[in-house]
């Protein structure tokens, strides 16, 4: 019983990060009816960032961790946040009334781009970070086994929780949410009606660049290494997230998160920890083949 509390621990972390990462392919996806497949490897120069400011700020002396940690995150959100706004008049806006296939090849292009820019700056060993936060809290301790939660993973679990809430009351309460979810349903009739279309969908980019940063942030600390291969994998795991939850739904993109994280860590525990991504990927079959939609997606109808 204890192993079973630790993994669960251990995977709603995970899929905290997960979770943050998807909501950027989901509010991009939702508002333009395309996936960003450059946003992994955004929220992988998100860590980086985070990486080079932990150690500007240690060369400069700033030992206090709360104001080095807000000072990284301002710097991370800000620079990532650049990126994100970057993709979009870059490899979006130029190509919006061309073929669909069009911009998902630019992004895929601006990907390869990204990775392989921040390998020739960076190189392609990891970059290893001393622990900022340490130190964790015993929950259980049979005498065999003790359940621990780390501090950073409290920090992980608090921070995804008021992100979720302020970016929920943002798109149901705010003019800019209103904005955005009337470009999701019409965007030709929101320009009637005097949205600016293209600041909403240039601010939709620098949300989710920003919510990738702090998911970058996080695995910084977490892990304690990155490097310029970090934002592939996770990228994958996020959309398959975002599809497992209902591409389109912010709640949706969390769930399909914390589930994909459960999986991995539960897998990993009890089976192969190889074929934990073969788990992951599985049960996202299944899903698409039962309910297409996604777990808290709605189905589309054609507009006629």
């Not at 990738?212 to 304690?224: D, H, P, Q, S």
Request: charge should be positive; hydrophobic fraction near 55%.
């Amino acid at each position: 019983m204890e192993y079973f509390l630790q993994q669960l621990i251990n995977g709603l972390s995970l899929g905290a990060i997960y979770g943050l990462i998807a909501i950027g392919y989901t509010m991009v996806y939702g508002i333009i009816g395309m996936i960003n497949f450059a946003h992994g490897d955004i929220f992988m120069i998100g860590a980086f960032h985070s990486l080079i400011a932990f150690l500007v700020l240690g060369l400069l002396g700033v030992s206090f961790v709360p104001l080095a940690l807000m000072v990284v995150l301002v710097i991370a959100v800000l620079l990532t946040a650049t990126y994100g706004w970057t993709v979009e008049r870059v490899a979006y806006r130029p190509l919006r009334r061309s073929t669909r296939l069009a911009p998902l090849i630019s992004a895929i292009g601006m990907s390869i781009f990204l990775q392989n820019s921040v390998q020739l700056l960076q190189g392609a060993r990891g970059k290893p970070l001393v622990s900022v936060i340490p130190g964790a809290i015993t929950l259980v301790d049979s005498g065999t086994f003790a359940v621990q939660i780390s501090y950073m993973q409290i920090v992980i679990m608090l921070v995804t929780v008021s992100l979720m809430t302020v970016f929920t009351l943002m798109i149901t309460r705010t003019t800019l949410g209103r904005a955005q979810r009337a470009c999701e349903q019409d965007q030709r009739m929101a320009s009637l009606l005097g949205v600016n279309i293209d600041r909403t969908i240039s601010i939709t980019f620098v949300i989710g660049a920003s919510l990738a940063a702090v998911a970058g942030l996080m695995v910084t600390l977490y892990y304690g290494i990155i490097d310029f291969y970090l934002g592939f994998v996770a990228g994958i795991k996020a959309f398959t997230a975002a599809v497992l939850g209902g591409i389109g739904s912010l709640p949706g993109a969390m769930l399909g998160g914390i589930l994909i994280g459960l999986i991995e860590a539960f897998w990993s525990a009890y089976f192969s920890v190889e074929y934990k991504d073969v788990a992951a990927f599985g049960v996202l079959v299944l899903v698409l083949i039962f309910r297409p939609s996604g777990l808290l997606g709605r189905p589309e109808v054609e507009k006629v």
